[in-house]
C-alpha cells in the first residue's frame, strides 16, 4: 500500500539502531494493518534480543559523549528537532492515521501535542539546576548536583504513538540520557519517522534508538539488562506490573503510567447543554481509546433524565467520525454504526453504547479485557449484563451512568451561586465531593 505523503523519506520500513537503518538479523518481518480497512501498509523488522543489546550498547556510548555536551547545544538540537516536526506536521498525521485509524484531524493535534513535549524540554535542558543547602554544621555546605541517569529504555502504547513518545524523548535528551525505544507492533512507523527526524535534527547516532518487533521479546532484554538504568512505559496495569517485578531484579528506576479511572462528575447546577458536549468530548476522544476516557458517568439525580437522552440523542445523530479516505457517508465503510440500549437495575440507571461495523481494528486482547473489567464491576453492582451481549458487536466504548442524590453533603444554598458552565462548580463542593468519593482500583 502506498501511503500518499509529500515527504517519502518518512515512512520506513527498518529499525533504527546506532545511527543505522537495519533489517532484523534474521531478516524477518511483521506486517503492520491499516485498522480501516485491514490492507498491509508495510513491514517492519522483527527484532529479538540481539538486536535490543546491540541498541542497548550503542546508547550507552552515545550517552556518555551526549551528557558532556553544553546544555544550550542540546537545547538547539532539540529546538531543531521540534521545527522539524512542525514542518512534516501534515505527513506525520497521514501516517498516524494510515497505522492507527483515528481522524485526520486528531492525528494533526497529536503531532502538534507532541512536538510541544520537544520544544519545552528545548527551553528546559537550560535550566537543569543543582542546589547549594545550608549545612548542619559551621563548616559545612550540602552541594547537590544533577546527573543523567545514563539508558533509558521506553515502551510506548498505540493509541498516541508520536504524543507518547516524544514525552519521554524529550526529557531523557534535555537531561542528557540515551534512550531505547520499542513502539507498539500496531503502530512502529510514527516513532520510525520520529527517530529520522530526530536524526535530521543533529540528534548524535546512538542516542535514539527504534526497535520493532516482539514486546516480550524485546522487553525482556530491556529488563534483564543493567547498562538500562531506567525504564519508562505507558499502557495496562497488568503489563505494568510485570514490568515493575522483572525492573526490581536490578533495581532500575521506572515511570509507569498504567490504565485509567476517569468518573465524569455532573451536578444538578450544570449547564446540561455543556455537560452532554463535555461528556461526548471526555469520552469519545480518540474514538474513546485513552486512559482517561471517562469510563463512568455520575449525574445527579434531578437532572438524569434530560441528561441521558440528551446524550444518547447527540451520540445517535451528531457524533461522527471521518478517517482519512473512508467516511460515514460510504455505506460499506462506515467507522461509526451505533446501535444503542438501556438498561436499568435498582439503584442504577445505565445506558451502553455499543457500536457495530466498526472497521477499526480494536485490539482483540484490549478488548477483552476491557469487556471484563467493566462486566465483573456491573456484576458486583447486581447488574447481569452479559459477556454474550457484547460479543455481538464489535464495542468501540461501554459507558455507564448512575445518579446520585448527594455528593459530599452539598447541603449549600445554591440559588444565588448557580454555575454557568459545566466546570464551574462550587469549589467547597468539588473538593468535599472528591474527598468523600471511595477510588477503585483494578490493581488487585
Known amino acids: ?116 513535549f520537544i520544544e519545552w524540554f528545548a527551553e528546559e535542558a537550560k535550566r537543569v539546576y543543582g542546589d547549594l543547602i545550608p549545612g548542619h554544621m559551621h563548616d559545612r555546605r550540602t552541594l547537590v548536583i544533577k546527573q543523567p541517569i545514563g539508558v533509558v529504555a521506553s515502551i510506548t502504547p498505540w493509541n498516541f ?101 476517569a468518573p465524569f462528575i455532573v451536578f444538578e447546577d450544570a449547564d446540561i447543554e455543556a455537560a452532554i458536549a463535555g461528556a461526548i468530548a471526555a469520552k469519545y476522544r480518540n474514538t474513546g481509546q485513552t486512559c482517561v476516557c471517562a469510563n463512568r458517568i455520575y449525574v445527579h439525580q434531578d437532572i438524569y433524565e434530560i441528561f441521558s437522552k440528551g446524550l444518547l440523542t447527540l451520540a445517535h445523530w451528531d457524533y461522527r467520525v471521518e478517517n482519512l479516505f473512508f467516511t460515514p457517508e460510504v455505506d460499506d465503510l462506515t467507522v461509526i454504526d451505533w446501535q444503542l440500549m438501556m438498561a436499568h437495575k435498582p439503584g442504577w440507571d445505565l445506558a451502553y453504547l455499543l457500536c457495530t461495523n466498526i472497521k477499526v481494528d480494536l485490539r482483540r486482547k484490549i478488548f477483552d479485557e476491557s469487556c471484563e473489567a467493566y462486566l465483573s464491576g456491573l456484576r458486583d453492582s447486581g447488574i447481569d449484563f452479559g459477556r454474550d451481549e457484547l460479543n455481538k458487536n464489535m464495542m468501540l466504548s461501554l459507558l455507564a451512568m448512575m445518579t446520585f442524590p448527594v455528593v459530599g453533603g452539598a447541603n449549600y444554598d445554591l440559588e444565588n451561586k448557580r454555575s454557568k458552565k459545566l466546570f464551574e462548580v462550587l469549589t467547597e463542593r468539588l473538593f468535599s465531593s472528591i474527598e468523600d468519593y471511595e477510588a477503585i482500583s483494578y490493581i488487585d
Not at 485526520?104 to 502538534?112: H, P, Q, W
Request: proline share 4%; aromatic share 6%.
Open 161 to 261: 504513538p508520536s504524543a507518547m513518545l516524544a514525552r519521554k524523548v524529550g526529557p531523557a535528551l534535555a537531561t542528557g540520557c540515551s534512550l531505547v525505544c520499542k513502539p507498539a507492533k500496531q503502530t512502529p512507523f510514527s516513532a520510525l519517522a520520529f527517530a529520522y527526524l530526530a536524526e535530521e535534527a543533529g540528534v548524535p547516532k546512538g542516542l535514539l534508538n527504534v526497535l520493532t518487533g516482539n514486546a516480550q521479546t524485546i522487553g525482556k532484554a530491556l529488563t534483564d539488562s543493567e547498562v538500562v538504568r531506567k525504564l519508562t512505559f505507558t499502557g495496562s496495569t497488568e503489563v505494568g506490573k510485570m514490568l515493575l517485578k522483572e525492573c526490581a531484579k536490578t533495581v532500575k528506576r521506572v515511570s509507569m503510567e498504567l490504565g485509567g479511572h
Open 1 to 116: 500500500m502506498k501511503l500518499e505523503i509529500k515527504n517519502e523519506s518518512l515512512f520506513i520500513e527498518k529499525a533504527y539502531i546506532d545511527g543505522r537503518w537495519v533489517d532484523a538479523d534474521d531478516k524477518s518481518t511483521l506486517d503492520v494493518i491499516n485498522p480501516v480497512n485491514q490492507e498491509i501498509i508495510g513491514q517492519v523488522p522483527n527484532c529479538g534480543a540481539e538486536e535490543t543489546n546491540v541498541a542497548i550498547n550503542a546508547a550507552a556510548e552515545a550517552q556518555k559523549k551526549w551528557q558532556k555536551y553544553p546544555a544550550k547545544e542540546k537545547a538547539s538540537i532539540l529546538r531543531d528537532f521540534y521545527d522539524l516536526l512542525c514542518s512534516n506536521q501534515d505527513d506525520l498525521a497521514k501516517i498516524l492515521t494510515y497505522e492507527q485509524g483515528k481522524p485526520l484531524a486528531e492525528a494533526i493535534g497529536e503531532i502538534a501535542y507532541s512536538a510541544s
